[in-house]
């Protein structure tokens, strides 16, 4: 049995639990920077949205 997955959106033109990819990309499309992850749980969905998002200077600090 192949499990569906949960897509979490924390940054997009809507924001939430999606359970299509259909619906994830509705949500994210077009907006910049957005912050979206796909899960076989929700739980993990869950968590991922409750988790602080990794700042934008922190990212620059990556790159350099």
């Known amino acids: 049995m192949v499990k569906k997955k949960v897509y979490a959106v924390r940054a997009g033109h809507r924001t939430g639990i999606f359970y299509s990819w259909s619906e994830c990309m509705a949500a994210i499309k077009g907006y910049s920077k957005?912050?979206?992850?796909?899960?076989?749980?929700?739980?993990?969905?869950?968590?991922?949205?409750n988790a602080k998002p990794p700042s934008d200077k922190a990212e620059e600090?990556?790159?350099s």
């Open 34 to 49: 957005p912050d979206f992850c796909a899960f076989f749980e929700k739980e993990d969905a869950v968590a991922f949205m």
């Open 61 to 63: 600090e990556k790159k």
